[in-house]
């Protein structure tokens, strides 16, 4: 049974940091690409940050470049999205999700849009919710 469980979120005042966490089992964890979406209230889905499964590349939303950072220990096939320097903007419900890389063929937007496109997998969200 393939299995996606984010965790970590919590209530962190502005200016705080967090760790995420994403465990996964049930795949080939090493095939495929984890990505980290969030969505806020009222708010479309948007993704934030992804880790390439090819190639190890990261990839971040321009909002929290510099301040989030994805991480990958294989070992424990767990994705981490370590955040900091919180923004109350930051508050939303973040899942993460596991793909295969796309046809070499497609064309995207940006590395973000081609690492996080057609993620297969989905976990349940942990909320974070940053206060001012």
């Known amino acids: 049974e393939v299995q996606l469980q984010a965790s970590g979120g919590g209530l962190v005042q502005a200016g705080g940091s967090l760790r995420l966490s994403c465990a996964a089992s049930?795949?080939?964890?090493?095939?495929?690409?984890i990505g980290w979406f969030r969505q806020a209230p009222g708010k479309e889905r948007e993704g934030v940050s992804c880790?390439?499964?090819?190639?190890?590349?990261?990839y971040y939303e321009d909002s929290v470049k510099g301040r989030f950072t994805i991480s990958s220990d294989n070992a424990k096939n767990t994705v981490y999205l370590q955040m900091s320097s919180l923004k109350p903007e930051d508050t939303a419900v973040y899942y993460c999700a596991a793909g295969l890389s796309p046809s070499p063929g497609l064309k995207f937007r940006n590395n973000l849009d081609r690492c996080l496109y057609g993620m297969d997998y989905w976990g349940k969200g942990t909320l974070v919710t940053v206060s001012s």
């Open positions: 880790i390439s499964s090819s190639d190890g590349k990261t």
């Open positions: 049930g795949f080939t964890f090493d095939d495929y690409a």
